[in-house]
């Protein structure tokens, strides 16, 4: 039987999250710590979750930020299991894809945890591999 947006629901209730439903199929899982929500959406065949872990420096060239780079491909190899960081735009994305197909509940759970922790363990490593901002 294939999965339905209140199957989804259902798990966020068991999750003991307050998934907000901004969009039909788009729902919102504000952080406990004031930081950036966790965006989950129904993209049939595929659950999307995605989480902004930071800006990137706007102005500063990409061959300044190999150290950075080479780190975030080395998490992606190490440490995420269901998906990985990418770029978009100016923003530092951290991104899982599970099969609607097969979703169950222990691996929506464990896709989120697993996101949510490694975006914070690895934001302070992350970071300090920046250039610091120039104001002026």
């Not at 150290?67 to 299991?81: G, Y």
């Not at 929506?108 to 690895?122: C, D, I, K, P």
Request: zero cysteines; a negative charge; hydrophobic letters at 45%.
């Amino acid at each position: 039987m294939p999965m339905t947006t209140e199957d989804i629901e259902s798990y966020f209730i068991r999750m003991g999250v307050e998934a907000e439903e901004v969009d039909e199929g788009t729902w919102m899982i504000p952080a406990a710590d004031g930081a950036a929500p966790v965006v989950v959406r129904v993209e049939p065949p595929l659950l999307l979750l995605r989480l902004k872990v930071m800006i990137l420096p706007a102005d500063e060239d990409d061959a300044h930020l190999g150290s950075f780079f080479r780190h975030l491909l080395e998490l992606n190899a190490t440490d995420i299991v269901y998906g990985s960081y990418g770029i978009e735009q100016d923003q530092l994305i951290l991104s899982h894809a599970l099969e609607l197909e097969t979703l169950d509940f222990q691996e929506l759970r464990n896709s989120y945890e697993s996101m949510t922790l490694a975006a914070s363990s690895h934001w302070a490593g992350l970071s300090k591999l920046l250039p610091p901002t120039h104001e002026g």
